[in-house]
């Protein structure tokens, strides 16, 4: 059964859609692993990333709003909105701007928080070996949603001052979820981005370190722009044997072996996931 992974953070420009796709890209193209994204954001610069370019099939939008209104939907319907993405392998389901209005749609839906989990359905993520969820910048719907699907999740935190004061509240988001809809749920790290050699970053990382040293990946991301010139041309940036692409390469690695580690917990009898 595929993992299926939030990358969520309620603030913008954090590096959660650069994430989506390196990460991705970096798994699929230097592990082998075959990878599903899911564009939560309306504002879709995943889809964009990926160059998705307008086309007959639904995208994500579509497969909410009939499920929002109880139709029991298909893994055939699901499938059909998958796209491929030929330069890196990547599988993905692309969002459109009305996917702003899924938030309306889903507010009178029964079990409106189980919408995407009821997308994400077994027949479709047993296929895959990593699901991950772009998620948008907000801690409304759709985000209940991705974490009620996922059994993991990350957070890219950029290292800064007030980046870090906003991740109170997502992790009590994160607590509340788990006590609730999602008990499977799991912070499996939090991933300091945009680090640079200034006192602001090295503070960051130490605030990071003291306060969720337990679940912050070791992988650290740097700044660089060589980010904005990826999702300009549309390359991985694990393509490049530049800092970036080694770190997301460095990342998957990382990744992947701590849901090694989680799945040997969860098989062996004393494990408490
Ligand atoms: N490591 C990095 N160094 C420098 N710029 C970055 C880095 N990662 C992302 N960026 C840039 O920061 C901006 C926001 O990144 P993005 O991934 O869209 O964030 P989010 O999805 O959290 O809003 C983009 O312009 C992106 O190119
Ligand atoms: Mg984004």
Do not use: W
């Not at 298909?74 to 599988?91: D, P, Q």
């Not at 906003?166 to 939090?190: C, E, K, V, W």
Request: glycine share 6%.
């Amino acid at each position: 059964m595929g993992n299926i992974i939030a990358i969520c953070n309620q603030k913008g420009g954090v590096a959660k859609t650069t994430t989506a796709f390196n990460l991705g890209a970096a798994l699929a193209l230097n592990k082998g692993k075959k990878v599903l994204l899911i564009d939560a954001d309306p504002q879709a610069n995943l889809s964009e990333y990926l160059r998705f370019e307008e086309d007959p099939l639904p995208t994500l939008s579509y497969l909410i709003a009939d499920v929002a209104q109880n139709t029991l939907i298909s893994a055939e319907t699901v499938g059909r909105c998958i796209r491929h993405h030929k330069m890196t392998g990547l599988y993905y389901i692309p969002a459109a701007i009305d996917l702003a209005n899924a938030e309306t749609i889903m507010a009178t839906a029964l079990s409106r928080e189980t919408i995407l989990k009821r997308i994400l359905m077994p027949e479709i993520t047993k296929d895959f070996d990593y699901i991950l969820i772009d998620c948008l910048p907000s801690l409304g719907s759709l985000l209940i949603n991705a974490l009620t699907a996922a059994d993991n999740m990350i957070i890219p935190v950029q290292t800064q001052k007030f980046s870090i004061d906003g991740l109170n509240a997502l992790y009590s988001l994160y607590l509340q979820i788990r006590s609730t809809i999602n008990p499977a749920l799991h912070l499996t790290g939090i991933l300091a981005t945009m680090a640079d050699h200034t006192v602001v970053t090295r503070t960051a990382l130490q605030t990071l370190s003291a306060d969720y040293g337990e679940v912050l990946f070791r992988t650290v991301i740097h700044k660089s722009v060589d980010a904005a010139k990826s999702s300009e041309s549309g390359i991985a940036l694990c393509t490049y044997r530049n800092r970036l692409g080694e770190e997301y390469i460095a990342l998957a690695d990382e990744l992947d072996a701590l849901l090694v580690q989680q799945q040997e917990l969860k098989l062996s009898p004393v494990g408490t996931n």
